[in-house]
């Protein structure tokens, strides 16, 4: 059963930069899209982007040129990285697998959630 | 405003049965397949549907789903308290190149 643990700073400055990690355990590293997922407070739920084994990404369109994933497949981490923050950036963050078959995907695991607040 | 449109809340007794609709667009529900997530608050979301109709093992047969042109169902019978979360439908948007959500509903078991 694999396991996804997080973390990173829970609190930023407007304009400075988000980072968070995501650790996978027990498991395949290569084969899956490995996403970030966010939640801001009294929303429903954002996909910010993924990244696969080899560094191949797809990003939100609305998030893009604020947007850096990177993976580590030396230690089965991946990462995300989002800057010039603002009060809107403020969400829950979920890394999260997404296991694609040859005709379908869907998120199969999650991370524990990383609560980021962006206040000056 | 979400890709995807689904009902802010739906509510129903216990033990009733209650559905939830996903409506989208042929780039997206129209011609790829769609999965539904619970997400109880405090938790990270749960796959309950994949393939618009297939079940993860561990998940009763009292979830279904269902796909038809460009919109998508789940249901849930034998409400039970327990159920009482936001659910959210997702799918890719071949358009956007992206994964989009629904805005989410809530499920009130009265």
């Known amino acids: 059963q694999v396991h996804l643990q997080q973390w990173g700073a829970g609190l930023l400055k407007p304009s400075e930069t988000l980072s968070l990690t995501c650790a996978v355990y027990t498991g395949s590293f290569s084969g899956y899209y490995w996403s970030w997922v966010r939640q801001p407070p009294g929303k429903g739920l954002e996909w910010i982007g993924q990244i696969n084994h080899s560094g191949s990404t797809n990003y939100n369109p609305s998030l893009r040129t604020r947007l850096t994933m990177s993976v580590n497949t030396s230690k089965n981490q991946f990462s995300l990285k989002l800057s010039s923050v603002t009060a809107a950036d403020t969400a829950v963050y979920y890394c999260?697998?997404?296991?694609?078959?040859?005709?379908?995907?869907?998120?199969?695991?999650w991370g524990q959630g990383t609560l980021v607040t962006v206040s000056s | 405003q979400s890709v995807l449109t689904q009902p802010p809340s739906v509510s129903a007794a216990p033990g009733q049965k209650v559905t939830i609709s996903c409506s989208g667009s042929?780039?997206?529900?129209?011609?790829?397949?769609i999965s539904w997530y619970q997400h109880l608050p405090g938790t990270a979301p749960k796959v309950l549907i994949y393939?618009?109709?297939k079940r993860p093992s561990g998940i009763p047969d009292r979830f279904s789903g269902s796909k038809s042109d460009t919109s998508a169902t789940l249901g849930i019978a034998g409400l039970q308290t327990g159920d009482e979360a936001d659910y959210y439908c997702?799918?890719?948007?071949?358009?956007?190149?992206?994964?989009?959500f629904g805005g989410g509903t809530k499920l009130t078991v009265l």
């Open positions: 393939e618009n109709d």
């Open positions: 999260a697998r997404r296991y694609c078959d040859s005709i379908s995907c869907h998120f199969d695991s």
């Open positions: 997702g799918t890719w948007d071949s358009s956007l190149s992206a994964v989009v």
């Open positions: 042929s780039s997206n529900i129209g011609n790829n397949y």
